[in-house]
């Protein structure tokens, strides 16, 4: 298990990871693609530093009574998929089991369930859909929220966005600018390039320099979001990235 | 000797005096005033940009919009991280104007006069900043945006992908890069686009009046007569013309932003302001006005293209007609008259389309087309 006070622990729901399917092993479901990613992040921040202790740690949770643990654990082996922790909780329990499990960021394709464990205060995200493989772990942040936190839909988990994207720049700062395994997306959908100028400036103090910085100023967002295929989208409250 | 036929009835007589260019294009040294700076903020929060299906939408590149020469050689000769750090420390120096500067401004100026006349409408100019630049340079980019009083509030920073993708999702009518390969690439999703270059000479251009030029072939229209005019000589491309004069041409890549651009002028013309146009339009062409130049005022009457004034130069050099008229831009698909152009201080751009681009010998001066 990784070195509990320095890695960023993601939640995935196995819902999320895995495809219900007939047989022994399980199909590969919508966050398929984010643990891989996740896990080339560890491959190269361990390239460079054999020691290093900034590192994703993922824990896997199931709350689907209907997906059978034996099957998960094997699923997993199957893929190759590295899981620091599986949790078999109910979906009454989550918020505590992800409290208890110090889990940082939380990422589920149910809004709903999202939404209510970020009102508990736990940073949540949805998870975004990844058609194809991706060269690199795509992380948008909404810097709406950023830059007017009065109309953070969800306040509860400010502290816990800001703390996260602070250790995810110290993590982007280990790479160079190309060729990185993480890149970090900054989108403001509102407000003009005065405040997407204000979100840079806010997250480059907190140590999180952003790689590409899209301002919409009010034009409609599906067609950059699907062009820019995050991974998850950050610090928009809860917002559909189907949007 | 240049000598200029009239067609009586598209050919106007030339009546263009410069205007002085005070601040359309401002130096970088110029303190900016507090109190117009506060009414600026005022503005930009009261005016939203327009949706891109409303607008006509000009995507712009930093290279184009601001001088980034010397940025560019740190590039070049130190590599990225170097460029980057490079720009963070010098974030809070503004870059001075690039070539499309002064198009930009006027754009800026025919919004406020459409604004007045319909301000509840959307059918305005939008300028987007795209850009595959780092988002490391946003925030100089953003305090330059700032400093010369530019109304960009859209903008995509790439961090060196390639913006194609965004030009589509904006609805993009118009592309101005320094890359050439960039804007090949637009031009073959079917995006109007053109390469700028930063020249030394530029002469001063009009503040109230948007003046845009475009060549014919291969601009406007394809490059089908140039494709003959190149394989088989002049006689045969006289022939040729007169032959087909009654089948319209096809279409070339700057075709709808001139439709774009007549659009608006549409509107001023509703309200009674065609002398007062803030948008006018020329073509300049090495057709020339007896012969060949027929086909293409004839294409575009059947297109309902109104172009305000066509100049047939019947193959003379185009520097001095273009030093004339100041436009803000002339489009042309070959370099010998981008160059020529520059030469006599025109911001020329070139369109990297059509039968052109395979041959790079300049044309002998006076060749009548």
Known sequence: MKDADRALVVAVTTRAVFDAAAGDVYGMGVAFPLLQSLQKVNERLLEKNPAESLLFDVVLIATDSQQQSSRIISSTSHYGLEVGRFCFSSREDLVETLVVNNVQLFLSTDRDEALQVSQKGVLSALLGRQEAPSESLRVMLCGDAIVRPDCDPVPASRGAAQSFSARLGEMRGRFGVSGSPLSIVLVTSSGGSKSCGVALQTLRSRGLSVDEAYCLAGAPRGPILSLLRPHFLLGDGVIDLED | ?369
């Open chain 2, 1 to 369: 000797m240049v000598k200029m036929s009239l067609d009586p009835v598209q050919v106007k007589e030339l009546n263009v005096s410069p205007s002085p260019n005070g601040d359309s294009r401002a130096s970088w040294e110029e303190e900016e005033v507090e109190e117009e700076e506060e009414d600026r903020l005022g503005i930009a929060t009261k005016t939203k940009p327009p949706k891109p299906e409303n607008a006509v939408t000009v995507a712009v590149s930093s290279r184009v919009l601001f001088r980034t020469e010397l940025e560019q050689r740190v590039f070049e000769q130190k590599g990225v991280e170097e460029y980057l750090r490079y720009q963070i420390e010098h974030e809070n120096e503004p870059f001075a104007p690039g070539p499309a500067f002064p198009f930009v401004k006027a754009l800026e100026t025919v919004n406020a006069r459409l604004r007045e006349l319909y301000p509840q409408s959307e059918e305005l100019f939008d300028i987007v900043l795209v850009t595959y630049n780092h988002a490391h340079v946003g925030i100089r980019l953003i305090n330059t945006i700032n400093h010369h009083n530019l109304f960009i509030e859209r903008f995509c920073m790439t961090g060196g992908s390639s913006p194609i993708g965004y030009l589509k999702a904006w609805q993009t009518n118009l592309y101005l890069s320094a890359d050439a390969d960039k804007v090949r690439e637009a031009l073959a999703e079917g995006i109007a686009a053109a390469t700028m270059f930063m020249t030394e000479k530029l002469t001063e251009v009009s503040e109230s009046q948007l003046r845009v030029a475009f060549d014919g072939d291969a601009v406007l229209f394809s490059d089908e007569s140039e494709r003959i005019f190149k394989a088989h000589g002049l006689d045969k491309f006289f022939q040729h013309e007169q032959d087909n004069e009654d089948t319209l041409l096809d279409h070339g890549p700057l075709k709808g932003f001139l439709e774009a651009l007549g659009k608006l002028q549409k509107k001023f013309y509703a309200k009674g302001q065609r002398l007062d146009c803030p948008i006018r339009t020329y073509l300049v062409t090495a057709r020339s006005a007896a012969s060949s130049g027929i086909r293409a005022l004839k294409t575009l009457r059947a297109w309902g293209l109104e172009i305000d004034e066509a100049l047939f130069l019947a193959g003379a050099p185009k520097g001095p007609m273009l030093e004339k008229i100041r436009p803000h831009i002339y489009f042309d698909d070959q370099m010998f008259h981008v160059e020529g152009a520059a030469e006599m201080g025109t911001v020329a751009a070139h369109v990297p389309y059509g039968v052109a681009q395979k041959h790079n010998q300049p044309q002998k001066p006076g060749a009548r087309k």
